[in-house]
């Protein structure tokens, strides 16, 4: 009895110690079944993003519909989100109770922070390799893409772990774009280059910034001029950093934003808001608004935003009797070095999360892969400046007959060439967790620097270091530096007391059951000697 | 003793009521302490520079964290105008402090984003003595005239306005383009003074758990309506409802 005591205090105690540490982990690893059990039914969330655009939704209901009358034992349950950060968010709070979705619409960046819970994301190589279930699959009941049919530097921006494995597909992608009153610059004087560069675009918007000496604008006669307006700032600082080959972060998270290139992209900024050549969207508001009355020269935004942009955008949320007929012409952003442009590739990506049933991963990639069949790409792309994410897709007749269409938004149109003519000049920011942060941070810099001259502040070298020193401090950039110099085996310092404690405790449990057993075999050993 | 009892009940009675009428006529929601901007000085400020005001909170957005940074957006009231109040940064045990007419002195950035002048964000919050509700003034009349932006951010309401149906028939969408779901923002559009207006309910403001929300999914169009809110502006008037009274 007393043996069968001891021997269970010893299980309970192994078992605690080696599984009992091991308590707050994720899932188990997903593992690809045989073959997809079609005798059960399998509920599956799908977390998507629209741009609060009915059409948008439309497509998505469509492709569920189609989607489960070719699986008829799956149902998808879509819930909508207008905002990647509120999906985010959203995750994030249910990672913890797991009740994540099972397919999300979402960003590479959010990914990352994601994957910081074991097993929560799948893993997609094996997937997409699948004989049965993988892209083209022997057994998929719909016609969808190889894997030589993904464009590849986009499928390549879901491989960003630093393993090589991707953990999502994209699903769609958009760049940004400079939408310009081709009328406004000509009357400035300038002809509009293809390609422009941030000097060309600084010069005629300090033109356009002249006012009357009655307080209106020389340009258009109104009061309000807004020359040059950006939407995302992030996106700004990202790729004039990126295009001056200047420090943003390294593939592992060290930050290298706060460096002199930065300063100077800031000083340069400063200096046209002060005369009135530049804003943003946070400080001003939609850059469709003021371009399209007439108030702005250069509009950037996204070319997912193009049906927005020009003198007749089908989509505004100005008057109708503020528009301006003028020439909408769009190019690149402008670059430093014009002959290489670089564009941030950007757009919505899918991830799957892992379950404890295999099966529901199955039906979770089987629905993701739908999301990427021609018949969902082209409609979806179509709705805005999106470019379709495989080959296939681009390439169908269908597809090239939209690009020729003369019905189609020309604007639109030309925002989706812009990013087809220019995928192999276009760049993602590594990827890490924090790397959100960071590129929130970017922004801020911007954001920061032309408030900041808005309201008379001084702007000089105490300025900017203290900016600095806030921003890395408001983003907890600093915090993740010292992540960072973690991962480096540089010096950790003393172990907190409560880890020592658990430590010495583990020691002490471990010495005990060796004497014990120890202590066992002695008096085995005895009882036998006759 | 029971007379004695009726007695102090009708005195205490008398007191308290006293007390709680001299509370509401001691508080005269124009007078700004030293140092602090009067409404009139607020509206003739340029946009961008530095504004000290002190007002009411009439109604708030939900509070919420943003680089562990506590921002709230409210709608808030003197006796003479409105200040619309953006992120202002607040810890979330001083926001839960802010019942409605809680007075307050906001130093930040005055700003304009398509036409709403607010307190730009990162504004800061201090909380005072006194308490204020603004009745909603009825703008009705106002509706289609340039004297309506006078009474932008005020607690407003419109009265007979009849609802419109939209392009579907329906009487309301969730979000602009009726791409959202329950729980979005709700619009709808009513005929009032000669004019069509678009009103909003906010969600962050008046969620889907509210009455006003329940009520705006219940419009029909055709139907007259009283609507109360507060009169935002995005590109002209787009009131944020608070409470929609079917006639």
């Known amino acids: 009895m007393k043996k069968g005591c001891a021997l269970f205090l010893l299980l309970v105690l192994m078992v605690s110690l080696l599984s009992g540490c091991h308590g707050s982990r994720g899932a188990q690893a997903f593992v690809i079944p045989e073959s997809f059990d079609t005798s059960k039914t399998y509920e599956i969330t799908f977390w998507a993003k629209n741009d609060t655009n009915k059409t948008q939704t439309n497509i998505y209901e469509k492709a569920i519909r189609d989607f489960e009358a070719l699986y008829p034992n799956i149902h998808v349950n879509m819930r909508l989100y207008t905002d990647y950060g509120k999906i985010y968010n959203d995750v994030i709070t249910n990672i913890a109770t797991q009740t994540t979705p099972n397919v999300c619409i979402t960003y590479p960046d959010h990914i990352a922070t994601y994957m910081t819970g074991d097993n929560v994301i799948v893993p997609l190589d094996e997937l997409f390799a699948d004989a049965k279930y993988g892209l083209d699959g022997a057994e998929l009941q719909f016609d969808g893409p190889s894997l030589g049919e993904m464009v590849p530097e986009f499928l390549e921006e879901c491989a960003f772990n630093g393993d090589g494995i991707h953990y999502a597909v994209p699903y769609m992608r958009s760049t940004e774009a400079m939408y310009i009153n081709q009328d406004y610059v000509e009357q400035l004087g300038y002809e509009l280059p293809d390609v422009l560069t941030w000097d060309f675009v600084w010069e005629v918007a300090d033109k356009a910034a002249e006012k009357n000496q009655d307080g209106t604008y020389k340009l258009n006669g109104q009061n309000v001029m807004i020359p040059f307006i950006y939407k995302s700032t992030d996106n700004m600082m990202i790729q004039m950093l990126k295009q001056l080959d200047a420090g943003y972060s390294t593939p592992e998270g060290e930050v290298l934003i706060f460096n002199d290139e930065t300063r100077s992209i800031l000083e340069t900024v400063a200096e046209h808001v002060r005369t009135g050549a530049f804003s943003t969207f946070k400080i001003s508001s939609y850059p469709a608004n003021f371009l399209n009355a007439g108030q702005c020269v250069f509009a950037v935004d996204s070319t997912a935003g193009s049906t927005w942009m020009g003198s007749e955008a089908p989509l505004s949320d100005i008057a109708p009797d503020k528009y301006v007929q003028f020439k909408t012409a769009v190019r690149p952003v402008p670059q430093f070095d014009p002959e290489h442009p670089q564009m941030i590739s950007q757009g919505p990506s899918i991830c799957i999360f892992n379950k404890h049933d295999p099966q529901e991963v199955l039906a979770s990639w089987l629905f993701t892969q739908y999301l990427l069949t021609n018949d969902v790409q082209n409609a979806y792309a179509g709705t805005e400046g999106y470019v379709p994410v495989t080959l296939k897709a681009q390439q169908s007749e269908e597809y090239q007959a939209y690009l020729n269409d003369p019905a189609q938004y020309d604007v639109k149109l030309a925002a989706t060439q812009l990013l087809m003519a220019h995928t192999q000049d276009t760049f993602v920011t590594p990827v890490f967790n924090g790397s959100t942060s960071l590129r929130d941070a970017a922004g801020q810099l911007i954001e920061s620097t032309a408030k900041s001259v808005r309201r008379n502040e001084t702007v000089d070298d105490a300025y900017f270091e203290k900016l600095y020193k806030d921003t890395q401090s408001l983003y907890r950039l600093d915090q993740l530096q010292s992540q960072q110099s973690r991962t480096d085996g540089s010096d950790l310092g003393r172990l907190p007391s409560t880890a020592v404690a658990l430590l010495v405790t583990l020691v002490v449990v471990w010495v005990l059951i060796g004497l014990y057993t120890l202590y066992e075999q002695i008096r085995k050993k005895r009882a036998k000697k006759p | ?247």
């Open chain 2, 1 to 247: 003793m029971k007379k004695v009892l009726a007695i102090m009940l009708i005195l205490v009675l008398a007191l308290s009521a006293t007390a709680c009428s001299g509370k509401k006529s001691s508080e005269d929601p124009t007078k700004k302490s030293e140092g602090v901007m009067t409404y009139a000085e607020y509206d003739a400020a340029a946009l961008d520079s530095e504004v000290v005001i002190e007002t009411y909170v009439q109604a708030k957005q939900g509070w919420w964290e943003d680089n562990g940074q506590g921002k709230a957006t409210l709608y808030t009231q003197d006796g003479d105008g409105a200040y619309f109040i953006y992120n202002a940064y607040i810890s979330e045990e001083d926001y839960n402090k802010l019942g409605e007419g809680q007075k307050i002195k906001v130093t930040g950035y005055k700003a304009e984003w398509s036409g709403e002048v607010e307190v730009a964000e990162g504004a800061t919050i201090e909380i005072e003595d006194g308490k204020w509700v603004a009745e909603a003034v009825d703008i009705t009349d106002k509706l289609g005239t340039d004297e309506l932006i006078k009474y932008q951010n005020q607690k407003v309401v419109v009265k007979g306005a009849t609802v419109e149906a939209k392009e579907d028939g329906a009487a309301f969408w969730y979000n602009w383009d009726n791409s959202g779901v329950q729980g979005d923002d709700i619009y709808f559009d009513v005929t009032a003074n000669m004019g069509t207006y678009t009103f909003t309910l906010e969600s962050y403001l008046t969620g889907s758990d509210t009455d006003v929300y329940k009520a705006a999914e219940a419009l029909e169009a055709g139907k007259t309506i009283d609507v109360e809110g507060y009169l935002y502006w995005y590109e002209g008037p787009q009131p944020h409802v608070t409470k929609i009274t079917v006639k």
